[in-house]
């Protein structure tokens, strides 16, 4: 059952104690000195910038990580503005450390099995799972076909299969008289739900819509102006299993449209994506963000993204938001079919999906008027679905649904 909350007040929370801490669970944080940038660390970002801006909802996030240990006795930094902290290796110092904070309620950013030491050190906290990139066996399977051109069978780094099973035993013990402890699913795309038995081993009664938050990332009214060279970006890791070759190989296609490249590889040696004797037309311009990032989405005429798999990607949210419309071989919950053109599945390397990128390419850059239909209408979605005040009902409802807020007087 999926439960979509409507027409509640969002102005403030009425809550049991002055103010709720909410940790939130990630293994990244979209930080350059924390590891990873992804969708991942946008999204739990976003969640900590609602807060911490919004002080009248009285929410206190604290970021926990289960990437990264604690080294030099340093168990606290600050990542946007937000504590996080990063617990000691020691199971009794890191239960104590946990305790200590006092939680009232914690977030995940999706699964994953190192969150598990976090979750059973709270043993009474209630959990939102916040589903985003569910892999089932079958997802993982074509995850692992991936291969990197002139590289032969030699597998990729970064496809190892995630295991997220060991959620089931959590919920399981959450489920005990000892416990009690209550644990919610939520998502930001209703397509998830047929994948999270398969993932978690878990079948929720209920998932909750519970959106990202986009549609701040553009200052309205802004005239969004497109570049009058024709340029068309990639925004994401340049790991293997998001296929940057197929960006830069379908470059040669269109010798005169830029190709910008926006994301840093996280791999090196074999096994990794090295970009060498690229087309003049390409433009390796690293990690972006910020303005920087919001202007190029803006200013390019086509979002490529080339995945073997993807959930419901931010940057196709962000884009969207751009007024950018989307070409892909992924197609979550059939956005880049209605905002975009959907070139259709390829696994392996992909490179046989070519002829389909070159044509839906050179469609959407020879047809003005559907790349401004697609885009309006992507746009317009995106501000309607996944904003500030859709993700705060949400949330109010699944602190509802655990006994952390009481109902809005």
């Given at each position: 059952m999926i439960s979509i909350v409507k027409d509640r007040a969002v102005d403030t929370f009425k809550v049991q104690k002055n103010k709720i801490k909410l940790g939130l669970i990630a293994n990244e944080f979209y930080d350059l000195s924390l590891g990873r940038m992804g969708g991942f660390g946008v999204a739990i970002r976003q969640i900590a910038d609602l807060f911490n801006q919004k002080s009248e909802l009285e929410v206190e996030p604290v970021f926990i990580t289960g990437g990264l240990s604690e080294t030099g006795g340093q168990t606290e930094v600050i990542a946007h503005g937000t504590r996080l902290l990063i617990l000691p290796k020691d199971k009794h110092q890191r239960r104590q450390l946990l305790k200590n904070e006092k939680f009232d309620i914690v977030l995940t950013m999706d699964y994953r099995s190192n969150y598990r030491p976090i979750i059973d050190s709270l043993p009474r906290v209630p959990v939102i799972i916040w589903v985003h990139d569910p892999r089932t066996p079958y997802d993982m399977k074509r995850i692992e076909s991936t291969r990197i051109p002139g590289q032969g069978d030699n597998v990729p780094q970064g496809l190892k299969p995630v295991n997220c099973t060991s959620l089931a035993e959590i919920v399981e013990k959450s489920n005990s008289p000892f416990s009690k402890r209550p644990i919610v699913f939520a998502q930001p795309a209703a397509y998830y739900e047929e994948k999270v038995v398969g993932t978690y081993g878990v079948q929720p009664s209920e998932i909750t819509l519970l959106p990202n938050i986009i549609e701040h990332i553009i200052d309205e009214p802004q005239t969004i102006v497109k570049s009058e060279k024709p340029s068309v970006v990639f925004l994401a890791r340049l790991d293997p299993y998001k296929r940057p070759w197929l960006f830069a190989?379908?470059?040669?296609?269109?010798p005169e449209v830029d190709f910008i490249f926006m994301g840093k590889n996280h791999f090196q040696g074999l096994g990794a994506?090295?970009?060498?004797?690229?087309?003049?037309n390409?433009?390796?311009?690293?990690?972006?963000?910020?303005?920087?990032?919001?202007?190029?989405?803006?200013?390019?005429w086509v979002l490529v993204n080339t995945s073997i798999h993807e959930g419901l990607a931010i940057s196709f949210l962000e884009a969207l938001m751009c007024e950018t419309p989307i070409l892909s071989c992924v197609d979550?919950?059939?956005?880049?079919s209605r905002y975009g053109v959907y070139v259709g599945r390829w696994d392996g390397s992909g490179r046989e999906a070519l002829p389909k990128f070159v044509e839906g390419l050179?469609?959407?850059l020879d047809d003005k008027n559907l790349r401004e239909r697609l885009a309006n209408q992507g746009k317009k979605w995106v501000k309607e679905t996944h904003n500030k005040s859709q993700f705060i009902e949400s949330f109010q409802y699944l602190c509802q649904q655990v006994g952390v807020i009481a109902e809005k007087s």
């Amino acid at each position: 059952m999926i439960s979509i909350v409507k027409d509640r007040a969002v102005d403030t929370f009425k809550v049991q104690k002055n103010k709720i801490k909410l940790g939130l669970i990630a293994n990244e944080f979209y930080d350059l000195s924390l590891g990873r940038m992804g969708g991942f660390g946008v999204a739990i970002r976003q969640i900590a910038d609602l807060f911490n801006q919004k002080s009248e909802l009285e929410v206190e996030p604290v970021f926990i990580t289960g990437g990264l240990s604690e080294t030099g006795g340093q168990t606290e930094v600050i990542a946007h503005g937000t504590r996080l902290l990063i617990l000691p290796k020691d199971k009794h110092q890191r239960r104590q450390l946990l305790k200590n904070e006092k939680f009232d309620i914690v977030l995940t950013m999706d699964y994953r099995s190192n969150y598990r030491p976090i979750i059973d050190s709270l043993p009474r906290v209630p959990v939102i799972i916040w589903v985003h990139d569910p892999r089932t066996p079958y997802d993982m399977k074509r995850i692992e076909s991936t291969r990197i051109p002139g590289q032969g069978d030699n597998v990729p780094q970064g496809l190892k299969p995630v295991n997220c099973t060991s959620l089931a035993e959590i919920v399981e013990k959450s489920n005990s008289p000892f416990s009690k402890r209550p644990i919610v699913f939520a998502q930001p795309a209703a397509y998830y739900e047929e994948k999270v038995v398969g993932t978690y081993g878990v079948q929720p009664s209920e998932i909750t819509l519970l959106p990202n938050i986009i549609e701040h990332i553009i200052d309205e009214p802004q005239t969004i102006v497109k570049s009058e060279k024709p340029s068309v970006v990639f925004l994401a890791r340049l790991d293997p299993y998001k296929r940057p070759w197929l960006f830069a190989e379908l470059a040669t296609y269109f010798p005169e449209v830029d190709f910008i490249f926006m994301g840093k590889n996280h791999f090196q040696g074999l096994g990794a994506w090295e970009p060498d004797s690229l087309p003049s037309n390409v433009k390796m311009m690293g990690h972006i963000d910020g303005e920087e990032k919001i202007r190029l989405l803006s200013s390019a005429w086509v979002l490529v993204n080339t995945s073997i798999h993807e959930g419901l990607a931010i940057s196709f949210l962000e884009a969207l938001m751009c007024e950018t419309p989307i070409l892909s071989c992924v197609d979550s919950e059939n956005v880049v079919s209605r905002y975009g053109v959907y070139v259709g599945r390829w696994d392996g390397s992909g490179r046989e999906a070519l002829p389909k990128f070159v044509e839906g390419l050179q469609r959407l850059l020879d047809d003005k008027n559907l790349r401004e239909r697609l885009a309006n209408q992507g746009k317009k979605w995106v501000k309607e679905t996944h904003n500030k005040s859709q993700f705060i009902e949400s949330f109010q409802y699944l602190c509802q649904q655990v006994g952390v807020i009481a109902e809005k007087s």
